[in-house]
């Protein structure tokens, strides 16, 4: 009889030590997702972070006393630029929303200009933004729902365990902050 209790507690135990491991591995797999689709947002914002300058370069050539626009603009892709390298996905969510309400005064401006909207190179950039535009509300989509998967395997029992051993912490999803949420007015 001993035999039996010793052979069921040991296949308990082999199962518990399985089913450990094998939620560890999940844990870290969902993670290595959600930080996956973190960087790919990283490397477009990147991209658009240098395209904007450019933008703004052409345009201001065209439209010498818009500065205020212009000032504001180097200061919200600035401020996006510094959360970013720090990973704060809210500070960039927010400086995101800045920069999403900074970027049709950019295009009115170019509308006042006809030569400007002529322009190959304003041109080119122009489309290669709405590209990239595009591009990042995909990969915000994909990294919440990264990110969700990854929240709710560390509050679901039992992973939980697995989770507060493992020392998981709760993922930050990207949500429009502010601006971004509101219509864009622009006046001149």
């Known amino acids: 009889m001993t035999i039996v209790i010793i052979a069921v507690a040991a296949v308990f135990a082999l199962i518990l030590i399985v089913w450990f491991f094998s939620t560890w591995n999940r844990l870290i797999n969902l993670d290595e997702n959600a930080q996956n689709a973190w960087n790919n947002i990283d ?18 050539g065209y439209a010498e006393h818009e500065a ?12 996006a630029a510094g959360a970013l390298a720090q990973g704060d996905v809210a500070g960039v969510a927010a400086a995101e929303g800045m920069l999403a309400g900074m970027l049709p005064r950019i295009n009115m401006v170019a509308e006042q200009y006809p030569d400007l909207k002529a322009n190959t190179n304003f041109l080119n950039l122009q489309n290669q933004l ?21 929240n709710k395997a560390i509050q679901m029992i039992p992973s939980n ?21 509101e219509n864009v007015q622009i006046s001149f």
């Open 161 to 181: 365990i697995v989770a507060g051993i493992k020392g998981c912490v709760r993922r930050e999803l990207w949500s429009v902050e502010g601006v971004a949420r």
């Open 68 to 79: 205020g626009i212009f000032d504001a603009f180097a200061k919200a892709r600035q401020t």
């Open 43 to 60: 490397v477009l914002l990147n991209q658009r972070y240098d395209m904007i300058p450019n933008m703004v370069n052409i345009v201001k």
């Open 130 to 150: 709405v590209s990239l535009e595009n591009q990042i509300a995909d990969r915000r989509e994909f990294y919440n729902a990264a990110s969700t998967n990854f």
